[in-house]
T-cell receptor, first 111, second 113 residues
Framework: GNSVTQMEGPVTLSEEAFLTINCTYTATGYPSLFWYVQYPGEGLQLLLKATKADDKGSNKGFEATYRKETTSFHLEKGSVQVSDSAVYFCAQGGGADGLTFGKGTHLIIQP | DAMVIQNPRYQVTQFGKPVTLSCSQTLNHNVMYWYQQKSSQAPKLLFHYYDKDFNNEADTPDNFQSRRPNTSFCFLDIRSPGLGDAAMYLC????????????FGQGTRLTVV
């Protein structure tokens, strides 16, 4: 079946460090790929998405590129801020079938 | 402006006492979902409505039911909550179509005592 695997956390970085959170997926066909962010006590917010191979999603300085050859959708940011501290979920699918999420990566940014 | 609204944000219920969580949306999306998220885990899809058509995930316990009286509202009913049902419950909506993104509410944190 479809699945999403992402690096387990917590990931702790200093402010202004470079961030990479790895995500790989298994699926039949070519699903859309998403990154959602969850702040403490809140629901999930869409951070970015990509709908086909080689698409790059970007938002708020975060980027991820849909790599069909490696079935990956790694999240990157060049310079993180304390306010980026949250849990990040990689997901695939969408539409009427819903989303399949990874287990989430807790990101902690220290000043 | 809130587009997917869940009430209440926090709900405490007694073991075995039926409880209903509510969700409303202003997006006029025809698909609505309920996810269960336990502590430090990924959200897990319980069921969804495509318009009025109800779609249950194969491993969703019978204890969980849902109602969608109209496009805007969807309810999650837990008939006899157990301690293991304590979780964050997330409502989401999306347009129909392949691979469209979901919009989430802020969630309801359910505690069972």
């Amino acid at each position: 079946g479809n699945s999403v695997t992402q690096m387990e956390g917590p990931v702790t970085l200093s402010e202004e460090a470079f961030l990479t959170i790895n995500c790989t997926y298994t699926a039949t066909g070519y699903p859309s790929l998403f990154w959602y962010v969850q702040y403490p006590g809140e629901g999930l917010q869409l951070l970015l998405k990509a709908t086909k191979a080689d698409d790059k999603g970007s938002n708020k300085g975060f980027e991820a590129t849909y790599r069909k050859e490696t079935t990956s959708f790694h999240l990157e940011k060049g310079s993180v801020q304390v306010s980026d501290s949250a849990v990040y979920f990689c997901a695939q699918g969408g539409g009427a079938d819903g989303l399949t999420f990874g287990k989430g990566t807790h990101l902690i940014i220290q000043p | 402006d809130a587009m997917v609204i869940q009430n209440p944000r926090y709900q405490v219920t007694q073991f075995g006492k039926p409880v209903t969580l509510s969700c409303s949306q202003t997006l006029n999306h025809n698909v609505m979902y309920w996810y269960q998220q336990k502590s430090s885990q990924a959200p897990k899809l319980l069921f969804h409505y495509y318009d009025k058509d109800f779609n249950n995930e194969a491993d969703t316990p019978d204890n969980f039911q849902s109602r969608r009286p109209n496009t805007s509202f969807c309810f999650l009913d837990i008939r006899s909550p157990g301690l293991g049902d304590a979780a964050m419950y997330l409502c989401a909506t999306s347009r129909s179509g392949v691979n469209t993104e979901a919009f989430f509410g802020q969630g309801t944190r359910l505690t069972v005592v």
